[in-house]
């Protein structure tokens, strides 16, 4: 069964600096998708990037952007120019190959991110 | 924002009494899912549905029944509520099964089992 790590429960960064957050993954197959959603205090679940796994191309969405390395298993997410906005739980999220098969969403625990005014 | 509702946003029960959780979307998705979010687990797969009347086990399905009746509506039963069962639940849909389809989340339901 895959697995999904973020290794840090908890991090915090100040306004408009960089952040890095971590997750590895452990998974036999080639083909996959990884995702990362954002749960600021409300508890709403917002997706923030997704990425597949045949694409060596790393994903970015405005702020956001992954590094992506597939041989290491790692799937890391940073916010550039941090906002008090983004302060939130972030999941990792994995899911397999299939369509209209077993594959579902795999999450990891999760890193509660702190932005500093 | 998917349009997926949950009811009732907030819940106290006490054990041994049945609860039923409603999902309900407006965006025709032929997949709904039910998770669980517990500190220090994430959100782990409760239930799924993959059309009317078709439901399949998740990875923690004990103690739960699902049923989807509409293709709007996908219900999370607890039969006979325990404390373990103390959770935030979020109803989750797709347009897809896997395939790297993404799920969009309701705004999630806190239940307290006393």
């Known amino acids: 069964a895959q697995t999904v790590t973020q290794s840090q429960p908890e991090m915090s960064v100040q306004e408009a600096e960089t952040v890095t957050l971590s997750c590895t993954y452990d998974?036999?197959?080639?083909?996959?998708?990884l995702f990362w959603y954002k749960q600021p205090p409300s508890r709403q679940m917002i997706l923030v990037i997704r990425?597949?796994?045949?694409?060596?191309q790393n994903a970015t969405e405005n702020r956001f952007s992954v590094n992506f390395q597939k041989a290491a298993k790692s799937f890391s997410l940073k916010i550039s120019d941090s906002q008090l906005g983004d302060t939130a739980m972030y999941f990792c999220a994995f899911m397999g190959p299939q369509r209209g098969g077993s594959e579902k969403l795999v999450f990891g625990k999760g890193t509660k991110l702190t932005v500093n005014p | 924002d998917a349009g997926i509702t949950q009811s009732p946003r907030h819940k106290v029960t006490e054990t041994g009494t049945p609860v039923t959780l409603r999902c309900h979307q407006t965006?025709?998705?032929?997949?709904m899912y039910w998770y669980r979010q517990d500190p220090g687990h994430g959100l782990r797969l409760i239930h799924y549905s993959y059309g009317v009347k078709d439901t399949d086990k998740g990875e923690v399905s004990d103690g739960y029944s699902v049923s989807r009746s509409k293709t709007e509506d996908f219900l999370l039963t607890l039969e006979s509520a325990t404390s373990s069962q103390t959770s935030v639940y979020f109803c989750?849909?797709?347009?897809?099964?896997?395939?790297?389809?993404?799920?969009?989340f309701g705004p999630g339901t806190r239940l307290l089992v006393l």
């Open positions: 989750a849909i797709s347009g897809a099964l896997g395939g790297g389809e993404t799920q969009y």
């Open positions: 965006e025709n998705h032929r997949y």
């Open positions: 990425q597949e796994a045949y694409k060596q």
């Open positions: 998974t036999s197959e080639s083909n996959y998708y």
